[in-house]
């Protein structure tokens, strides 16, 4: 397994345990970014939301390709099916996502422009087929400038057998102990 980090010049800030208001957030087409969501979510506790479209993508991967494409070319902000109705609550938010074209998918910046994330912490945890983080999370931090932007998970496709430990390697080494 691939497993990386990303270092934007000193931006990133360490916590010293999960702090209690813990948000799980996470957008998966294929499957692999939910499976790392979820065992993230047994690790730290929290609430553990799917971030979904109004409108699916296509379950057909080419044609899947197309629609996101297209949606990167545009900047689209597609609506989403989820609403966080106590987005204030939260102090960090983990936020995860598979590496499109090198960035976030458009259904992760319609969550990250739809609420406040000034004063927050985003953690974020990447799924990949080779790109690692790309300029993800740079275009987080254009997006949530007021945020805390953690050190990032980087993993490649769903993780494997060791993906367990490495998110806790990842975890101690941001300083979120559980």
Not at 38 to 55: C, F, S, W, Y
Not at 65 to 83: I, V, Y
Request: hydrophobic residues 40%; contains cysteine; aromatic residues 10%.
């Amino acid at each position: 397994m691939a497993l990386g980090a990303f270092a934007l010049n000193g931006f990133y800030g360490t916590a010293h345990a999960v702090p209690g208001n813990v948000l799980v957030a996470y957008f998966s087409w294929s499957g692999n970014t939910r499976g790392i969501a979820r065992l993230l979510h047994q690790k730290i506790g929290g609430e553990l939301v799917e971030i979904e479209p109004a409108t699916p993508y296509s379950e057909d991967y080419n044609t899947c390709l197309e629609q996101a494409k297209h949606d990167q070319e545009r900047a689209a902000r597609p609506e989403l099916k989820t609403h966080i109705a106590d987005m204030p609550r939260y102090d960090v938010v983990f936020l995860g996502y598979p590496n499109w074209w090198a960035t976030i998918p458009m259904p992760i910046a319609s969550f990250l422009e739809q609420y406040d994330f000034s004063g927050k912490t985003i953690v974020p945890f990447v799924s990949h087929g080779g790109g690692r983080l790309g300029q993800s999370v740079t275009d987080i931090a254009k997006l949530c400038p007021s945020s805390k932007i953690m050190e990032a998970l980087s993993v490649r496709y769903s993780g494997g057998s060791s993906l367990s430990g490495d998110m806790d390697g990842w975890l101690d080494r941001i300083g979120m102990k559980v």
